[in-house]
T-cell receptor, first 113, second 112 residues
């Protein structure tokens, strides 16, 4: 079946630095990719919707200048956390939608020290 | 704003017991999905319910979609330790866009 990968799976960075997370759909073309963040023992919170070749749509309360999303192709979307702070530490999950079903990536654990 | 209220949020039971998780909304959804998530991994789709009143079974798991398509339930019969995990309901919004709204999740612990 379809598989979505994320890279890296874990990342530790220092406060003030930027981190890029990649989300790839491995065997299908994703018209839309979604980015979520998840705090411990909580549900997934949708951050933004990313469509190939267009600007991402951010959910209310999500800073678009802090969480930069690029969807350059139908198989790759990236999320860059700029000037990361400890409160940005979280589990970031992407999903890819190809028109019929949605598949989730394995997540990226970001720790900002 | 469409919201999904999921309950209970935490559940700890003994192996062999039955349980039900509820997902309720004041909004109508075209379809609703149930996911299971293990720690440190992405959620995995269990089922999609589409038709009001629909019942779907997946081994010991029974999923029901309310007649009005505003609520859903997940019933697990004779829970096993392998059922431990986070269960999430998600409503499909915005037509065929793939956009989902998640409930708060239910953390299930099944003790041996």
């Amino acid at each position: 079946g379809a598989v979505v990968s994320q890279h890296p799976s874990r990342v530790i960075c220092k406060s003030g630095t930027s981190v890029k997370i990649e989300c790839r759909s491995l065997d299908f073309q994703a018209t839309t990719m979604f980015w979520y963040r998840q705090f411990p023992k909580q549900s997934l919170m949708l951050m933004a919707t990313s469509n190939e070749g267009s600007k991402a749509t951010y959910e209310q309360g999500v800073e678009k200048d802090k969480f930069l999303i690029n969807h350059a192709s139908l198989t790759l979307s990236t999320l860059t956390v700029t000037s990361a702070h400890p409160e940005d530490s979280s589990f970031y999950i992407c999903s890819a939608f190809g028109g019929y079903e949605q598949y989730f990536g394995p997540g990226t654990r970001l720790t900002v020290t | 704003t469409q919201l999904l209220e999921q309950s209970p949020q935490f559940l700890s039971i003994q192996e062999g017991e039955n349980l039900t998780v509820y997902c309720n909304s004041s909004s109508v959804f075209s379809s609703l999905q149930w996911y299971r998530q293990e720690p440190g991994e992405g959620p995995v789709l269990l089922v999609t319910v589409v038709t009001g009143g629909e019942v779907k079974k997946l081994k010991r798991l029974t999923f029901q979609f309310g007649d009005a398509r505003k609520d859903s339930s997940l019933h697990i019969t004779a829970a096993q330790t392998g059922d431990t995990g986070l269960y999430l309901c998600a409503g499909v919004v915005g037509g065929n866009t793939g956009k989902l709204i998640f409930g708060q999740g239910t953390t299930l612990q099944v003790k041996p």
